[in-house]
């Protein structure tokens, strides 16, 4: 029996079903939406169809579905249009950043920058693209461009000093459709690039822009999956669920206020919450923000809005409160009370005794309810969550630590500040001065997150990058300081910088492995070492599929070591290699995936269900040490090499684990098969 042989018939034996094995570590993930459908193509056998700023395809021979995206391929995000070249046999997609993709009928995508990099003093808006041949005209803010989808290449540029709409080409002349000008044409042997060559003609007529029915009913029958839309402002991960909602204002949002929304991702299953409210309460559904999973029950959810508290069971609105029911009150703008279409509750949390606490923000005299399990409001309210006689406007971010304490921000520029609340004691603590461990201001406008680490220290991100409020400092109510890291620059110099410093920390999470995740407005994620002193990556939009450079917010799912990053663009996830510590060593909750590792496979070898900072040894059955380190949470990655760099024979290896006192060992296995 050859070794090969020998070693695929462990497979059975060997074989570990984890959800994780599917997402090699490091790989990235797009969720996004297709619902919205708005245009249809035709390309040989396929169908493509743009879907909420999305691409996806269907193959009428296999009746397979395909998505495309950065991890599939794709250039950029958020599609504007898209044009089927039968000449050429390629898709043109225009995005909005005017960045454009061809696409093949093969799947190979062809990225051409040119008019994307092209610094222009004109508007360069893409109104619509019309083709004729290999070459697809681009319909912009000055006159039209040339693209030679053939070639892959822009051919030409055509300034008329006027926005066009549409255009096309009859006879010998081309035409030039403009709302604001109305119609112009040129001959074709003319000399396209002189202005005088284009010669009034008519008055504009629209162009009806619709689909072909038959492709749309077409289309109307796929499904694709994914959400619903692509608003995400905030997530939290809860019994293996990732709960998300979206449409609260928020500083890199483009848009101050989408529909309310709640998307619940299982898997790669989604839940989406019922929305269609008005009917019933009367208000809209706008701003969704605070979501609230009640312990005992994971099916019943409440969510905060713009115009209330709306209670969920499975998905179903069964309770819907605001200041006609309850306590909760109306914000005030300028001296006078609002009505209903703006009861502010952005912040939302359960304690330990099962009862929801509510922050109601920029009213008269509420700020901070208490819902009892047996349904009674009671008013907590503080003076510290007050302002000349307003209550702040951006109370937000409210979770519960380790310690039992509710922590929560207000992410506001007039009282910007860090808050936590005994719920026991009924006992608030407020730090809103922020002054460093050297002694020196902070000058900071928003306080917009927060984070406690492993050891029981609070991060929370600020306009002036993260700051640390540590565990000795809390109850020191007038003396307290934050901390800002310094990280030496090893130059010689015996300098140091803040960490992050001036950098906008919009979301923050802490992985299994004491790590920091910080998003940023603008400068996408880092990551950084548990011992604050390393950047471990930093993604951006230009080196990784990170969908946006705007983060909104981070979740981690603690048991697989996926991150998850809600951009003003989507959502999408990046395999970390951390994973939440087992309490206590496990020989049955330890194991390796791939396992077994097929030939042909170069990636990481990923090993779980470790303990804090582990002792790990790759050694064969021989006990020949192959390769050693320390595990990130509960996670050690191989690369299936040996201490020289080569990669290991096909055989048995042992994982032997032992925590980092030396003690409580742990064994599994890995086949390897080359």
């Not at 060559?197 to 007529?205: C, E, I, K, L, R």
């Not at 609260?248 to 949002?253: E, G, L, Q, R």
Request: proline share 3%.
């Amino acid at each position: 029996m050859t070794i090969k042989r020998y070693f695929l018939s462990l497979i059975l034996l060997l074989t570990v079903a984890v959800s994780a094995a599917g997402k090699g570590m490091g790989t990235w993930k797009s969720y996004l939406s297709y619902s919205n459908i708005q245009w249809v193509e035709q390309g040989g056998n396929k169908l493509y169809v743009l879907a909420s700023s999305s691409l996806y395809s269907y193959n009428k021979n296999d009746k397979s579905i395909q998505t495309y995206d950065k991890t599939s391929g794709l250039s950029d995000m958020d599609i504007r249009f898209i044009g089927w070249n039968r000449p050429a046999r390629r898709l043109v997609i225009v995005y909005s950043d005017y960045n454009i993709d061809l696409l093949d009928d093969k799947g190979n995508v062809t990225n051409v920058p040119d008019y994307y990099l092209k610094m222009l003093t004109v508007d360069k808006t893409v109104n619509g693209i019309d083709m004729s041949g290999t070459d697809c005209y681009l319909s912009t803010g000055f006159g039209l461009v040339r693209l030679n989808v053939a070639k892959a290449e822009v051919t030409d540029s055509y300034n008329l000093s006027f926005p066009v709409n549409y255009s096309y080409i009859e006879g010998n002349y081309i035409y030039a459709a403009s709302q604001s000008n109305g119609l112009y044409r040129a001959l074709l042997t003319a000399n396209l690039l002189d202005r005088n060559n284009w010669v009034h003609t008519g008055s504009y007529t629209a162009r009806p822009h619709t689909m072909d029915a038959d492709l749309l009913a077409q289309a109307k029958t796929l499904n694709p999956g994914g959400p619903k839309r692509n608003t995400f402002i905030w997530t939290a991960f809860h019994n293996n669920r990732l709960y998300t909602t979206g449409g609260y204002f928020d500083p890199i949002a483009d848009n101050w206020e989408n529909p309310g929304i709640v998307q619940v991702l299982h898997g790669d299953e989604w839940e989406i919450y019922e929305d269609d409210f008005p009917s019933r309460t009367g208000y809209l559904y706008r701003g969704t923000k605070a979501v609230a999973v009640d312990p005992k029950n994971s099916g019943h959810v409440y969510v905060g809005a713009r115009t209330g508290l709306y209670e969920f069971q499975s998905g179903r609105m069964v309770s819907f409160y605001n200041r006609d029911n309850s306590i909760l009150q109306a914000a005030m703008d300028r001296g006078k009370e609002l009505d209903n279409n703006y009861v502010l509750v952005n912040g939302l949390a359960y304690d330990r005794d099962g009862n929801l606490w509510v922050l109601n923000s920029q009213t008269k005299k509420e700020n901070l309810i208490r819902l009892s399990r047996d349904g009674q409001m009671t008013s907590f309210g503080k003076p510290e969550l007050m302002k000349d006689g307003v209550g702040l406007s951006g109370l937000s971010q409210m979770r519960l630590d380790s310690r039992g304490l509710l922590w929560f921000c207000n992410d506001d520029w007039r009282k910007p500040g860090l808050f936590s609340y005994d719920p026991k004691n009924d006992r608030l603590n407020a730090y809103t001065r922020f002054v460093n461990d050297d002694g020196n201001n902070i000058e900071l406008t928003a306080v917009h997150c927060w984070a406690e680490d492993m050891e029981g220290d609070i991060w929370t991100g600020t306009t002036a990058g993260p700051l640390v409020l540590r565990r000795s400092q809390m109850n020191d109510k007038d003396g307290y300081r934050f901390v800002q890291v310094k990280v030496p620059r090893n130059d010689g110099s015996n300098l140091a910088d803040y960490l992050l410093a001036g950098l906008d920390i919009t979301a923050m999470a802490i992985d299994g492995g004491g790590r920091k995740w910080f998003g940023t407005k603008g400068n996408g994620a880092y990551l950084i070492s548990a011992d604050n002193m390393t950047q471990v990556q930093h993604f951006l939009t230009s080196n990784s599929n990170l969908l946006s450079n705007n983060v909104q917010s981070i979740s981690i799912n603690d048991a697989t070591g996926e991150v998850f990053f809600a951009t003003d663009k989507g959502l999408c996830s990046y395999m970390g290699d951390a994973t939440k510590a087992a309490d206590s060593p496990d020989d049955d909750k330890v194991y390796a995936y791939p396992n077994p590792v097929k030939p042909g496979y170069t990636g990481p070898i990923t090993i779980v269900g470790l303990t804090l900072n582990a002792d790990v040894k790759i050694v064969t059955t021989n006990g020949v040490l192959v390769a050693e380190g320390t595990s990130n949470g509960g996670t050690f990655v191989w690369n299936g090499k040996d201490k020289n760099g080569k990669r290991v024979a096909s055989g048995i290896y042992m994982v032997l684990s032992a925590d980092e006192n030396g003690d409580n060992g742990t064994v599994c296995k890995v086949a390897v098969v080359n």
